[in-house]
Protein backbone atom coordinates (compact mmCIF):
# COMPACT_ATOMS: atom_id res chain seq x y z
CA UNK A 1 0.00 0.00 0.00
CA UNK A 2 2.70 2.43 0.84
CA UNK A 3 4.41 1.73 -2.36
CA UNK A 4 0.72 2.30 -4.26
CA UNK A 5 0.82 5.50 -2.53
CA UNK A 6 4.13 6.68 -3.79
CA UNK A 7 3.30 5.47 -7.02
CA UNK A 8 -0.37 7.77 -7.04
CA UNK A 9 2.31 10.61 -6.25
CA UNK A 10 4.59 10.14 -8.73
CA UNK A 11 1.53 10.34 -11.56
CA UNK A 12 -0.14 13.18 -9.70
CA UNK A 13 3.12 15.28 -9.70
CA UNK A 14 3.74 14.50 -13.26
CA UNK A 15 0.21 15.19 -14.91
CA UNK A 16 0.81 18.23 -12.84
CA UNK A 17 3.99 19.37 -13.79
CA UNK A 18 2.57 18.10 -17.38
CA UNK A 19 -0.69 20.40 -16.87
CA UNK A 20 1.33 23.73 -15.68
CA UNK A 21 3.70 23.03 -18.75
CA UNK A 22 0.45 22.92 -20.86
CA UNK A 23 -0.96 25.70 -19.03
CA UNK A 24 2.12 28.81 -19.48
CA UNK A 25 2.29 27.57 -23.04
CA UNK A 26 -1.25 27.71 -23.77
CA UNK A 27 -1.13 31.72 -21.35
CA UNK A 28 2.43 32.39 -23.48
CA UNK A 29 0.74 31.95 -26.73
CA UNK A 30 -2.66 33.60 -26.13
CA UNK A 31 -2.00 36.52 -23.87
CA UNK A 32 1.93 37.55 -24.13
CA UNK A 33 2.29 36.35 -27.89
CA UNK A 34 -1.17 37.08 -29.30
CA UNK A 35 -0.41 40.37 -30.89
CA UNK A 36 2.61 38.85 -32.67
CA UNK A 37 0.84 35.80 -33.72
CA UNK A 38 -2.37 37.78 -35.08
CA UNK A 39 -0.12 39.86 -37.29
CA UNK A 40 1.85 37.15 -38.66
CA UNK A 41 -1.01 34.71 -39.68
CA UNK A 42 -2.22 37.87 -41.19
CA UNK A 43 0.63 38.28 -43.11
CA UNK A 44 0.11 34.96 -44.15
CA UNK A 45 -3.47 35.10 -45.37
CA UNK A 46 -4.61 38.16 -45.78
CA UNK A 47 -2.38 40.44 -48.13
CA UNK A 48 -2.30 43.37 -49.86
CA UNK A 49 -1.14 43.19 -53.45
CA UNK A 50 -0.50 45.83 -55.63
CA UNK A 51 -1.33 46.08 -58.88
CA UNK A 52 0.15 48.39 -61.58
CA UNK A 53 -2.16 49.74 -64.18
CA UNK A 54 -1.73 50.96 -67.98
CA UNK A 55 1.13 53.23 -68.46
CA UNK A 56 0.15 56.26 -70.74
CA UNK A 57 0.74 56.83 -74.44
CA UNK A 58 3.30 58.77 -76.41
CA UNK A 59 2.51 60.73 -79.41
CA UNK A 60 3.86 62.46 -82.28
CA UNK A 61 2.29 66.22 -83.43
CA UNK A 62 -0.37 64.66 -85.30
CA UNK A 63 -1.71 62.48 -82.51
CA UNK A 64 -0.13 59.12 -84.37
CA UNK A 65 1.05 56.32 -81.63
CA UNK A 66 4.11 55.99 -80.70
CA UNK A 67 3.88 53.68 -77.48
CA UNK A 68 1.35 52.55 -75.90
CA UNK A 69 0.37 49.93 -73.32
CA UNK A 70 -0.97 46.10 -74.26
CA UNK A 71 -2.73 43.70 -71.87
CA UNK A 72 0.04 40.70 -71.55
CA UNK A 73 -0.55 37.33 -69.59
CA UNK A 74 2.37 36.81 -67.35
CA UNK A 75 2.83 33.12 -65.68
CA UNK A 76 3.36 32.63 -61.57
CA UNK A 77 3.24 29.63 -59.00
CA UNK A 78 2.31 29.12 -55.91
CA UNK A 79 5.13 25.59 -54.64
CA UNK A 80 2.88 25.70 -51.81
CA UNK A 81 0.07 24.14 -53.47
CA UNK A 82 1.55 21.28 -55.00
CA UNK A 83 2.51 18.00 -53.90
CA UNK A 84 5.94 17.09 -54.51
CA UNK A 85 5.11 14.11 -56.22
CA UNK A 86 3.35 16.33 -58.52
CA UNK A 87 5.54 18.60 -59.50
CA UNK A 88 7.90 16.87 -61.74
CA UNK A 89 5.14 16.14 -64.13
CA UNK A 90 3.77 19.71 -63.93
CA UNK A 91 7.40 20.99 -64.60
CA UNK A 92 7.31 18.63 -67.47
CA UNK A 93 3.83 20.10 -68.72
CA UNK A 94 4.84 23.83 -67.92
CA UNK A 95 8.33 23.67 -69.54
CA UNK A 96 7.09 22.32 -73.23
CA UNK A 97 4.26 25.16 -73.27
CA UNK A 98 6.20 28.18 -72.13
CA UNK A 99 9.32 26.96 -74.18
CA UNK A 100 11.36 26.57 -71.16
CA UNK A 101 14.33 24.04 -69.68
CA UNK A 102 12.79 21.50 -67.75
CA UNK A 103 15.85 21.99 -65.11
CA UNK A 104 14.97 25.57 -64.36
CA UNK A 105 11.17 24.94 -63.83
CA UNK A 106 11.46 22.13 -61.82
CA UNK A 107 13.67 24.66 -59.61
CA UNK A 108 10.88 27.08 -59.62
CA UNK A 109 9.01 24.60 -58.29
CA UNK A 110 10.43 23.24 -55.32
CA UNK A 111 11.63 26.80 -53.76
CA UNK A 112 9.68 27.13 -50.45
CA UNK A 113 8.54 30.76 -51.66
CA UNK A 114 4.93 31.63 -51.51
CA UNK A 115 4.83 33.38 -54.90
CA UNK A 116 7.37 32.73 -57.90
CA UNK A 117 7.16 34.52 -61.47
CA UNK A 118 7.82 31.22 -63.87
CA UNK A 119 7.94 33.61 -66.75
CA UNK A 120 6.45 36.79 -67.46
CA UNK A 121 4.44 38.48 -70.64
CA UNK A 122 4.46 35.61 -72.75
CA UNK A 123 1.79 35.60 -76.14
CA UNK A 124 -0.97 34.55 -76.63
CA UNK A 125 -0.51 31.15 -78.30
CA UNK A 126 1.16 30.01 -74.74
CA UNK A 127 -1.50 31.94 -72.62
CA UNK A 128 -3.81 29.32 -74.47
CA UNK A 129 -1.70 26.50 -73.55
CA UNK A 130 -1.51 27.43 -70.11
CA UNK A 131 -4.99 27.85 -69.35
CA UNK A 132 -5.67 24.55 -71.38
CA UNK A 133 -3.62 22.64 -68.37
CA UNK A 134 -5.31 23.48 -65.44
CA UNK A 135 -2.04 22.67 -63.22
CA UNK A 136 -3.07 23.51 -59.36
CA UNK A 137 -0.63 26.09 -58.15
CA UNK A 138 -0.17 28.28 -61.17
CA UNK A 139 -1.46 31.41 -61.85
CA UNK A 140 -2.20 33.58 -65.20
CA UNK A 141 -1.88 37.32 -64.12
CA UNK A 142 -2.69 39.93 -66.83
CA UNK A 143 -0.49 42.54 -66.51
CA UNK A 144 0.34 45.07 -69.61
CA UNK A 145 3.90 45.21 -71.89
CA UNK A 146 5.43 48.16 -73.93
CA UNK A 147 4.27 47.94 -77.62
CA UNK A 148 5.90 50.75 -80.61
CA UNK A 149 3.76 50.12 -83.61
CA UNK A 150 6.68 52.30 -85.16
CA UNK A 151 10.08 49.96 -84.48
CA UNK A 152 13.08 51.75 -85.08
CA UNK A 153 11.34 55.27 -86.21
CA UNK A 154 12.61 57.68 -83.32
CA UNK A 155 13.17 55.02 -81.54
CA UNK A 156 16.30 56.71 -80.06
CA UNK A 157 14.01 59.53 -78.54
CA UNK A 158 10.83 57.65 -77.68
CA UNK A 159 13.02 55.44 -75.64
CA UNK A 160 11.96 51.95 -73.97
CA UNK A 161 10.76 50.59 -70.38
CA UNK A 162 12.43 47.83 -68.32
CA UNK A 163 9.68 44.42 -67.96
CA UNK A 164 8.71 46.04 -64.95
CA UNK A 165 7.67 49.31 -66.63
CA UNK A 166 9.76 52.01 -65.72
CA UNK A 167 10.92 54.05 -67.79
CA UNK A 168 14.68 53.61 -69.01
CA UNK A 169 15.80 55.74 -71.58
CA UNK A 170 14.44 58.77 -74.13
CA UNK A 171 10.79 60.11 -73.53
CA UNK A 172 9.92 57.40 -71.56
CA UNK A 173 12.49 58.26 -69.12
CA UNK A 174 12.30 61.83 -68.84
CA UNK A 175 8.31 61.92 -68.84
CA UNK A 176 8.20 58.87 -66.39
CA UNK A 177 6.85 60.86 -63.86
CA UNK A 178 3.34 61.53 -66.09
CA UNK A 179 3.49 57.92 -67.87
CA UNK A 180 3.59 55.87 -64.72
CA UNK A 181 -0.16 54.68 -63.63
CA UNK A 182 -1.19 55.44 -59.80
CA UNK A 183 -0.60 52.08 -57.99
CA UNK A 184 -3.74 50.60 -56.68
CA UNK A 185 -4.15 48.04 -53.75
CA UNK A 186 -6.34 44.51 -54.14
CA UNK A 187 -6.78 42.57 -50.79
CA UNK A 188 -6.29 38.78 -51.08
CA UNK A 189 -7.50 36.60 -48.90
CA UNK A 190 -6.29 32.70 -49.07
CA UNK A 191 -7.13 29.76 -46.89
CA UNK A 192 -3.69 27.76 -45.22
CA UNK A 193 -2.48 26.00 -49.00
CA UNK A 194 -2.64 29.15 -50.69
CA UNK A 195 -5.91 28.78 -52.45
CA UNK A 196 -7.89 32.30 -53.09
CA UNK A 197 -10.92 32.37 -50.85
CA UNK A 198 -11.60 36.14 -51.19
CA UNK A 199 -10.39 38.91 -53.69
CA UNK A 200 -11.46 42.43 -53.30
CA UNK A 201 -11.30 45.05 -56.34
CA UNK A 202 -8.61 47.09 -56.56
CA UNK A 203 -8.90 50.69 -55.36
CA UNK A 204 -6.71 53.83 -56.18
CA UNK A 205 -4.26 55.18 -53.72
CA UNK A 206 -4.55 58.77 -53.32
CA UNK A 207 -1.66 59.32 -51.58
CA UNK A 208 0.58 57.69 -54.09
CA UNK A 209 2.60 59.53 -56.46
CA UNK A 210 1.07 59.91 -60.34
CA UNK A 211 -2.58 59.25 -59.31
CA UNK A 212 -3.17 59.68 -62.49
CA UNK A 213 -1.05 58.69 -65.83
CA UNK A 214 -1.04 61.47 -68.39
CA UNK A 215 -0.55 60.94 -72.40
CA UNK A 216 2.49 62.68 -73.91
CA UNK A 217 2.58 64.66 -77.19
CA UNK A 218 5.76 65.97 -78.87
CA UNK A 219 6.57 67.77 -81.45
CA UNK A 220 8.08 65.07 -83.32
CA UNK A 221 6.12 64.00 -87.15
CA UNK A 222 6.67 60.54 -87.67
CA UNK A 223 6.38 60.26 -91.12
CA UNK A 224 9.25 63.33 -91.73
CA UNK A 225 11.34 61.19 -89.21
CA UNK A 226 11.02 58.17 -91.53
CA UNK A 227 11.59 60.66 -94.70
CA UNK A 228 14.72 61.34 -93.08
CA UNK A 229 15.89 58.17 -91.83
CA UNK A 230 15.43 56.50 -94.96
CA UNK A 231 17.59 59.66 -96.96
CA UNK A 232 20.74 58.76 -93.93
CA UNK A 233 20.10 55.42 -94.70
CA UNK A 234 21.11 55.76 -98.48
Known amino acids: RKYLNLRILIVLAFFGVLFTIIGYRAIKLQ ?11 QRQYDRVVTV ?21 TSVAIRPQQMTKDDKPAAAVALADALDMDYSAVLKSLNMDNGFVWLKRKIGPQQADAMRA ?8 IQEYD ?20 KGLEGIEFYCDAFLTPAPSSSRIVRDAPGNLLRSITPELDPNSVGVTCHRVVFTLDKHRQYIADAVLAE
Open 31 to 41: VLQSDWLASRA
Open 133 to 140: LKIKGVEL
Open 52 to 72: TGKRGAIFDTNMNILASSVSV
Open 146 to 165: RFYPNKSIAAQTVGFTSIAG
